[in-house]
């Protein structure tokens, strides 16, 4: 059975802090990994990773994957409370066609 | 682009009832829609995964004869409570895909909450 397991489940930290989620899976036939962002409604999608050490960028969110070491994580510089959020990680896997998320880390960003 | 609509956004209904929910591709096509649920403070569960003019793919655990799915055309796809208990209480969100082979690419809905009573 494929998994995908997120750390920390939550964390709350201050404005202009910088924060490190993890995302660690087990899948077979492995495709890509997606990072989604989920306030009150339906995620949006932030990142898809597909290829090992090559940094993806958007603003002040980035992310990476270690496809050796069967992870990736998604670093915030500078946070802000609008970063308050569940982060969702997904892997998706050829074999069966879908998407398979983890169980996301809720994060809090406070003045 | 790539907008999905759910309908309703949020719904009560008596326990007994049946609750149709809708997910619209409003500016693209859908050849597969995915329905997810989401209890609080957990993340998505697939339901099933449907492909239009056939039958959805029903993941385990996932009685099919009480959450029906229906898509009719490559713009529509419904999920149907049937019968709902307050256990089928939750957060339902769809989502789209333009093609079958990169259904990585899979662009949400806002999600409907369901509340049984």
């Known amino acids: 059975e494929d998994k995908v397991v997120q750390s920390p489940l939550s964390l709350v930290v201050h404005e202009g802090d910088t924060v490190t989620l993890n995302c660690s899976y087990e899948v077979t036939n492995f495709r890509s990994l997606l990072w989604y962002k989920q306030e009150k409604k339906a995620p949006t999608f932030l990142f898809m990773l597909t290829s090992s050490g090559i940094e993806k960028k958007s603003g002040r969110l980035s992310s990476i994957l270690d496809k050796k070491e069967l992870f990736s994580i998604l670093n915030i510089t500078a946070t802000q409370t609008g970063d308050s959020a569940v982060y969702l990680c997904a892997v998706y896997t050829g074999t069966a066609s879908k998407l398979t998320f983890g169980t996301g880390t809720r994060l809090q960003v406070t003045l | 682009g790539a907008v999905v609509s759910q309908h309703p956004s949020r719904v009560i209904c008596k326990s007994g009832t049946s609750v149709k929910i809708e997910c619209r591709s409003l500016d693209f096509q859908a050849t597969t829609m995915f329905w997810y649920r989401q209890f609080p403070k957990k993340s998505l569960m697939l339901m099933a995964t449907?492909?239009?003019?056939?039958?959805?793919?029903?993941e385990q655990g996932v009685e099919k004869d009480k959450f029906l799915i229906n898509h009719a055309s490559l713009t529509l796809s419904t999920l149907t409570v049937t019968s709902a208990h307050p256990e089928d209480s939750s957060f339902y969100i769809c989502?789209?895909?333009?093609?079958?082979?990169?259904?990585?690419?899979?662009?949400f809905g806002p999600g409907t909450r369901l509340t049984v009573t």
């Open positions: 989502s789209a895909s333009t093609d079958r082979s990169l259904s990585y690419e899979q662009y």
């Open positions: 449907s492909n239009e003019g056939s039958k959805a793919t029903y």
